[in-house]
């Protein structure tokens, strides 16, 4: 069942939202060479903390860190370390979820370290705009299958592939909720979009083949030809004025990332 939330309740969301915002943007402007990911962890739990929120994804079915860090050909839940070191032309995804108030967000933005090669930053750029696109069709009345189909066909006409194994999803009182919201998809298919709605909407798109696997510590999910991968993500909700990123702060304009 899709819950569609109230305006206090949207508001709730927003809080928990900018917890998330707030810890994202932090993380973005402290990745560099040298650093470990357990480092970039051990700062979102102290902020998130700070903040009077908890980590939405420490103890989410085992899982052991506040933070997902994937790096290069790791898509999503890759599991932070001190013995994982960030190097110069990196690419990191940062995945983080906080709850508050008993209200859940949740995004991801993938960040360059340092200078990395220009195809990986088209890769990050197509991602990221695909997510915008994507973002555009959250409207009452449109489809969940528009939504769908705005990041794979963004990816797919820039030369990339959309994940088929991990999907985006409906967000609320629990961290996972219906619907779930593949990446791909036929416009015009699938539910149809109410105000109060909120989604997780988060393309990952791969710079080779869509296939993935997920490694022996039964989280980090990797491209299965090594080729790179990139995760943007933010909590979205249907209003009656279209789409309200609860993920970022209410005034902000122009691109998400």
């Known amino acids: 069942m899709i819950v569609c939330k109230s305006a206090a309740e949207l508001e709730k969301m927003h809080r928990a939202g900018m917890v ?43 899982y052991p860190a506040t933070l997902c860090t994937s790096i290069n050909s790791e898509v999503v839940h890759g599991i932070p370390s001190s013995k994982r070191r960030i190097s110069e032309g990196d690419i990191v995804s940062l995945d983080f979820g906080a709850e508050c108030g008993g209200y859940f967000a949740d995004a991801a933005v993938t960040v360059a370290v340092g200078a990395v090669a220009p195809e990986r930053e088209r890769l990050l750029r197509i991602t990221r705009e695909s997510l915008d696109r994507a973002i555009e069709k959250v409207w009452s009345g449109n489809r969940l299958g528009d939504v769908s189909a705005a ?15 991990f999907v985006g999803h409906g967000i609320g009182t629990k961290m ?8 791909y998809g036929e416009p015009g298919r699938g539910p149809k979009l109410r105000e109060g709605m909120v989604l997780a909407i988060e393309p990952m798109v791969n710079a080779g083949r869509p296939d993935v696997r997920v490694l022996e510590d039964h989280w980090t999910a990797v491209t299965v030809d090594g080729s790179d991968s990139a995760h943007f993500e933010h ?9 309200w990123v609860l993920t970022r702060p209410r005034d902000a304009a122009g691109p998400c990332w």
Do not use: I
């Open 176 to 183: 996972h909720e219906e619907p779930q919201l593949p990446n």
């Open 20 to 62: 998330v915002h707030d810890v994202l943007a932090e993380l973005r402007g402290m990745v560099r060479p040298g650093m470990t990911t357990r480092d970039l962890d051990a700062v979102a739990e102290k902020m998130t903390s700070e903040r009077g929120a908890k980590p939405a994804f420490k103890g989410y079915m085992g």
């Open 235 to 243: 909590t979205v909700a249907v209003t009656k004025n279209g789409p």
């Open 151 to 165: 990041v794979q066909q963004w990816a797919e006409q820039g030369g990339f592939s959309v994940v088929r194994e």
